[in-house]
């Protein structure tokens, strides 16, 4: 069952029927909760909410990119693990538009479909992935954060903007000079999209 409009913590969070989404999610050591906390009581005289959320967004974006936290998706077989579980039901209970794992977090935008609830997709993600690393690393415990970042992708030029957004982090954060250059990127040829640039699927998206 989608959940419509909800918030469980210092972000909302939007869970509509055959909804194309951008959404992040982060290893529990990414970005501490206090420093959110404290970021976001920093922007507390904003008064316009998206403004607010926005900027709380770049903020944490950019503390996340600097590679804060124990980034086990370096690790070759644990980002394969991700990719895997990404890739796995794609045109099944979603469609994958474009995706990229980082060393602390993952990027994806992806459109549900059969009605399955965005909440429960996350979950499956987190989960497998989750009990995958934890067995290959030989460790116990919680690796995801239990908050997400996810937004409604608006009109095209939102689905432009999110798409390149998530091919250009790996760029951004210093990784590598170019968005193919990424191995664990859509950019890099792997599925769906094989490559296609944002430019190339704008007007078909």
Excluded at 126 to 144: F, H, I, T, V, Y
């Amino acid at each position: 069952m989608n959940k419509g409009l909800y918030t469980r913590g210092y972000l909302p969070h939007w869970d509509f029927k055959n909804a194309t989404q951008a959404v992040t999610f982060r290893l529990d050591d990414a970005v501490p909760r206090h420093l959110v906390k404290e970021r976001k009581q920093d922007l507390e005289e904003i008064e316009n909410n998206e403004i607010r959320e926005k900027e709380l967004r770049r903020l944490i974006a950019k503390y996340e990119d600097a590679g804060h936290g124990s980034c086990i998706l370096r690790d070759y077989d644990c980002a394969e693990i991700v990719k895997d579980e990404l890739l796995k039901n794609h045109e099944i209970s979603y469609k994958l538009l474009d995706w990229c794992v980082m060393p602390n977090h993952v990027h994806v935008m992806v459109r549900t479909l059969n009605e399955t609830p965005m909440h429960q997709i996350l979950n499956s993600w987190k989960g497998a992935s989750s009990r995958k690393m934890n067995e290959l690393l030989g460790r116990a415990g919680k690796l995801w954060q239990r908050e997400s970042y996810d937004r409604l992708v608006r009109d095209g030029d939102h689905h432009y903007a999110c798409r390149r957004y998530i091919r250009r982090n790996p760029v951004k954060a210093g990784l590598c000079e170019k968005p193919e250059d990424w191995k664990f990127s859509s950019a890099n040829g792997a599925p769906p999209s094989g490559g296609v640039s944002p430019e190339q699927t704008l007007h078909a998206a």
